[in-house]
């Protein structure tokens, strides 16, 4: 059974920092690309950030709104994949989602985690 399970969401005051963690359970973790997704109520699940799986090289992208604030990092010894978060907005805010995908996060079939809240206050 796949279990992806994220903690260390919060409430902090703009400008603060955060370090999201999903820990992953049945699957092959190193060979999953992992993901970082955040979804706002009446918006769509967009994704933060992303890094590949061992066999492409743990290649991190961002989107745009969080480049230079935001690292995604992974431990495939742990089985863990992280999203430091620093220098955050009130724009911020939302629930994260960790994923998982061996063929991709665009593929079809993406694993999730329950999600975890972020709130950023001004």
């Known amino acids: 059974q796949v279990q992806l399970v994220e903690s260390g969401g919060g409430l902090v005051q703009a400008g603060g920092s955060l370090r999201l963690s999903c820990a992953a359970s049945?699957?092959?973790?190193?060979?999953?690309?992992m993901g970082w997704y955040r979804q706002t109520p009446g918006k769509q699940r967009e994704l933060v950030a992303a890094?590949?799986?061992?066999?492409?090289?743990?290649?991190?992208s961002y989107a745009d709104s969080v480049k230079g604030r935001f690292t995604i990092s992974r431990d495939n010894a742990k089985n863990t994949v992280y999203l430091q978060m620093n220098s955050l907005k009130p724009e911020d805010t939302a629930v994260y989602y960790c994923?998982?995908?061996?063929?991709?996060?665009?593929?079809?079939?993406?694993?999730w985690g329950q999600g975890t809240q972020v709130t950023i206050s001004s």
């Open positions: 994923a998982a995908n061996p063929r991709g996060l665009k593929s079809q079939g993406n694993y």
């Open positions: 049945g699957i092959a973790f190193s060979f999953n690309d």
């Open positions: 890094i590949t799986s061992v066999t492409t090289g743990g290649i991190t």
